[in-house]
């Protein structure tokens, strides 16, 4: 069965620019988590959704940040008036039902803003 | 930011080598987990570690979650070419799962 996909792979953006990162969870998965990663650093939580529901947003850095899931599938990361800090690589991971389940991480989108 | 002091930050091993690198916390987590992750990947679940205490191994790998729940470690045995990552130390708090710094693997030919 497929995992969980991310696109672009990539994307280069100017600072002010606005973006949209998608990600494709494991198909029946409810709970949706976005994570930023530095370089040389861990994955830091974004946010958490549980179906259609952001239930912890908390690690959102800005409200230029939002994301979405509308129909309880596909997710947006959606980011406003980038700035160079924003450059990261940004995962994606899906579990099945939130809680202790495992979390499956998408390979990632590397964003880079010049 | 970060609350987990993940040591050390790079290892350079020979082949065949036993590796350990642990994790230390200022608080306490119920779940400790060990992840990899190979370049241009997200990172993969190794090992997850439920009671405190608890020691749990995975084919050559082996993870304790300390009695304190405030540190773990994770020892590799008998290392081979593919073991070559970044390895990262994380806690479970409510639905979040927070990671310390990693620990890049280096496995000299």
């Known amino acids: 069965g497929a995992g969980v996909s991310q696109t672009p792979s990539n994307k280069v953006t100017e600072k002010g620019k606005y973006v949209e990162l998608r990600c494709d969870p494991i198909?029946?998965?409810?709970?949706l988590y976005w994570y930023r990663q530095s370089l040389g650093q861990g994955p830091e939580f974004l946010i958490y959704?549980?179906?259609?529901?952001?239930?912890?947003d908390s690690g959102l850095p800005n409200d230029r940040f939002f994301a979405v899931r509308p129909e309880g599938s596909v997710s947006t990361l959606k980011i406003q008036r980038t700035e160079r800090g924003d450059s990261a690589v940004y995962l994606c991971?899906?579990?099945?039902?939130?809680?202790?389940?495992?979390?499956?991480f998408g390979p990632g989108t590397r964003l880079t803003v010049l | 930011g970060q609350q987990l002091n993940q040591s050390p930050q790079s290892m350079f091993i020979q082949e065949g080598e036993d590796v350990s690198m642990n994790c230390t916390s200022s608080s306490i987590f119920n779940t400790w987990l060990w992840y990899k992750q190979d370049p241009g990947e997200g990172p993969v679940l190794l090992i997850a570690?439920?009671?405190?205490?608890e020691l749990t191994s995975n084919g050559r790998l082996t993870a304790q979650f300390g009695i304190t729940r405030k540190d773990s470690f994770l020892n590799i045995s008998a290392s081979i070419p593919s073991d070559v990552g970044i390895y990262f130390c994380?806690?479970?708090?409510?639905?979040?799962?927070?990671f310390g710094k990693g620990t890049r693997l280096h496995i000299l030919p």
């Open positions: 198909s029946g998965h409810t709970a």
């Open positions: 991971a899906s579990s099945l039902t939130g809680g202790d389940n495992e979390q499956f």
């Open positions: 959704f549980q179906g259609t529901g952001a239930a912890d």
């Open positions: 994380a806690g479970r708090r409510d639905d979040k799962i927070i």
């Open positions: 570690l439920y009671k405190a205490g």
